[in-house]
């Protein structure tokens, strides 16, 4: 959606952290997502942030949120070659989603 | 549970044909969205649904699209006539709200229309 920005395309050596990013323009969103979505399938949550929290942890990933620049990231650690998808980050209106255009993230060994 | 189940998983059709898309949501769920991926304009929502009852339809692009969800467990999303520029993979989804308000959307498979 127009609201919500991320860059296109990721490409990581396996091992190495990812890190993607996103901005977003409404500052009433109560919740932020992050979705990854695999070759032919649909979208399955893998995050999501309250919007007073700054940080979040959950195993390998990290989400930070920057409330005052609107700025959303996720971070993989040690990424895998199955986390090669495209990871869309999402701001919630109500209970309607708006979804970034989604990176995709490559892996290389 | 089995998740939010779409059929059919693929459709070939000709331009000018009535093509329906079916959804399953996940039992309980009261909510239902139909979004459309493409490679040019990403997801959409098309429109969504609270215990059954058409929320918010803005995102239906032309009066060739409608939905129904004549009961719960229950969707369809129609193109009569349809367009090859309609061609795009179709997603329904579901969601519970939870009580802290956090609002996971549960997505089906999708249904990847090719009009010809």
């Known amino acids: 959606g127009e609201d919500v920005e991320q860059s296109l395309f990721l490409s990581v050596r396996e091992g190495d952290s990812s890190v993607i990013n996103c901005t977003y323009t409404?500052?009433?969103?109560?919740?932020l997502y992050w979705y990854k979505q695999e070759p032919g399938a649909g979208l399955q949550l893998l995050t999501y942030?309250?919007?007073?929290?700054d940080m979040k942890q959950d195993q390998r990933l990290t989400v930070l949120l920057n409330k005052k620049d609107k700025h959303l990231s996720l971070r993989i650690a040690d990424t895998q070659t199955g986390d090669s998808a495209i990871y869309f980050c999402?701001?919630?209106?109500?209970?309607?989603?708006?979804f970034g255009a989604g990176t995709t993230v490559t892996v290389r060994a | 549970d089995a998740g939010v189940i779409q059929s059919p998983r693929h459709e070939v059709t000709e331009m000018g044909q009535e093509v329906t898309l079916r959804c399953k949501p996940i039992?309980?769920?009261?909510?239902l969205f139909w979004y459309r991926q493409t490679m040019m304009r990403g997801l959409e929502l098309l429109i969504y649904?609270?215990?059954?009852?058409?929320?918010?339809d803005s995102g239906m692009p032309e009066d060739r699209f409608s939905a129904k969800m004549p009961n719960a467990s229950f969707s369809t999303l129609k193109i009569q006539p349809s367009e090859p520029r309609d061609s795009a993979v179709y997603f329904c989804?579901?969601?519970?709200?939870?009580?802290?308000?956090?609002?996971?959307?549960?997505f089906g498979p999708g249904t990847r229309l090719t009009v010809l």
């Open positions: 999402a701001e919630n209106h109500d209970y309607k989603l708006s």
């Open positions: 989804a579901s969601s519970k709200p939870g009580l802290a308000g956090e609002d996971e959307q549960f």
């Open positions: 409404d500052s009433s969103s109560t919740y």
């Open positions: 649904f609270n215990n059954n009852v058409p929320i918010d």
């Open positions: 039992s309980g769920h009261d909510y």
């Open positions: 942030i309250f919007s007073n929290m």
